[in-house]
């Protein structure tokens, strides 16, 4: 009898560390550039090199895509994502292997930011992960 308990108790304790196995402090955090991260996985990592980034401040839009046109992300946002904690309502659009996704409605937290422009931002019901870049501090105003 006393093993039976001694072994729910153990199925118990994996099944609640199941539930918090993608956490942004895990798959989002660390992360030094621009990325999107799924359930842990990265979907799409940019590449200074082969990729380009664009950033429109009007439709709080956030763009990456490759040299090749075959893969990107757009990141439109309700508001701009600007301070820790605040709760951002966004549009998804990304490529797979073989497929685009487009998801309406995800709300995001934004978990860090940066001087550089860098944010981080969280969306905990589906734990994906995002890394965009503010590019108008670099865009020169014409009068």
């Not at 709300?107 to 734990?127: A, H, Y």
Request: hydrophobic residues 35%; proline residues 3%; glycine residues 4%.
């Amino acid at each position: 009898m006393k093993h039976i308990y001694i072994l729910s108790i153990a199925v118990i304790m994996t099944l609640m560390s199941g539930c918090d196995r993608f956490q942004p402090e895990e798959v989002l955090l660390p992360k030094s550039d621009i990325s999107l991260t799924i359930k842990g996985v990265d979907q799409i990592r940019y590449d200074q090199d082969t990729w380009q980034l664009g950033h429109n401040s009007e439709k709080n839009e956030f763009r990456a895509v490759n040299d090749k046109l075959t893969d990107w992300m757009i990141l439109r946002c309700n508001e701009a994502p600007t301070y820790v904690g605040q709760s951002v309502t966004c549009y998804l659009e990304y490529t797979t292997a073989d497929d685009t996704k487009k998801v309406n409605g995800l709300t995001f937290t934004v978990e860090k930011n940066d001087p550089s422009g860098f944010i981080w931002l969280w969306n905990d019901e589906r734990k994906i992960g995002a890394v965009v870049k503010d590019l108008s501090m670099f865009m020169q105003k014409t009068p």
